[in-house]
């Protein structure tokens, strides 16, 4: 995760909007990912965004990209008690197989 | 109708022990990979296989040894376990889907993560 960076922590109140926030270096970055883990789980994939593209909306969830800035962002509104997991980012680089994640944000949801 | 299935799903072993970690899935992908999560949650690709072939080695020491009989399955055998081997495990599968102008989707789906504790 060396290459991919998140905030380690992220405390919301219910109801109020998550905005989880990712940094990464490489610019041949063709899609970036969020993934969702909730305690003893796997990964779960929440959304995906091709690099080319700014935001893109799925129900609660909106991805933003900056690319020029190489910043990914993830917002889940109305936030419920379900969201809480560790949301993971990771990037695919062009001509690499593997996908390279960021260290993990832990939401908390405070009643 | 599980898509990623590991086995075992905990694993507690003294040191020295050989352990394997069996996984399977049934999505008919062509690649699967092994990754390890650490107790601070850093998730690190181990390996990846295309087709039984293994196209992902990262530096992983020579007692992991991947092996895959059939396209569906990819297990993970650990020789001479070390207190540094304790982590969670876990196996994905990803199929590539190719979207015109926009390069090669990879969406890994994961298993349920094996826990492996070396006493």
């Known amino acids: 995760g060396e290459d991919v960076e998140q905030s380690l922590f992220l405390s919301v109140r219910e109801g109020d909007s998550s905005v989880i926030n990712c940094t990464y270096t490489d610019s041949s970055s063709t899609y970036l990912y969020w993934y969702k883990q909730e305690p003893g789980a796997g990964l779960q994939l929440l959304t995906y965004i091709f690099s080319n593209m700014d935001m893109k909306q799925d129900q609660r969830l909106t991805v933003l990209l900056n690319k020029k800035d190489k910043h990914l962002s993830l917002r889940i509104a109305d936030t419920q008690t379900g969201d809480s997991a560790i949301y993971f980012c990771?990037?695919?680089?062009?001509?690499?197989?593997?996908?390279?994640f960021g260290t993990g944000t832990r939401l908390t949801i405070i009643p | 109708d599980t898509a990623v299935s590991q086995t075992p799903k905990y694993l507690v072993t003294q040191m020295g022990n050989d352990k394997s970690i069996k996984c399977e899935q049934n999505l008919g992908h062509d690649t699967m990979y092994w990754y390890k999560q650490d107790s601070k949650k850093f998730l690190k690709i181990m390996f990846s296989?295309?087709?039984?072939?293994?196209?992902i080695n990262e530096t992983v020491p020579n007692r992991f040894s991947p092996k895959s009989p059939d396209k569906a399955h990819l297990n993970l055998h650990i020789n001479s376990l070390e207190l540094g081997d304790s982590a969670v495990y876990f196996c994905?599968?990803?199929?590539?889907?190719?979207?015109?102008?926009?390069?090669?989707?990879?969406?890994?789906?994961f298993g349920p993560g094996t826990r492996l504790t070396v006493l």
């Open positions: 990771a990037e695919k680089r062009f001509g690499n197989e593997k996908l390279t």
């Open positions: 994905a599968s990803s199929h590539p889907l190719r979207h015109p102008g926009q390069g090669r989707l990879d969406t890994q789906y």
């Open positions: 296989y295309n087709n039984k072939e293994l196209i």
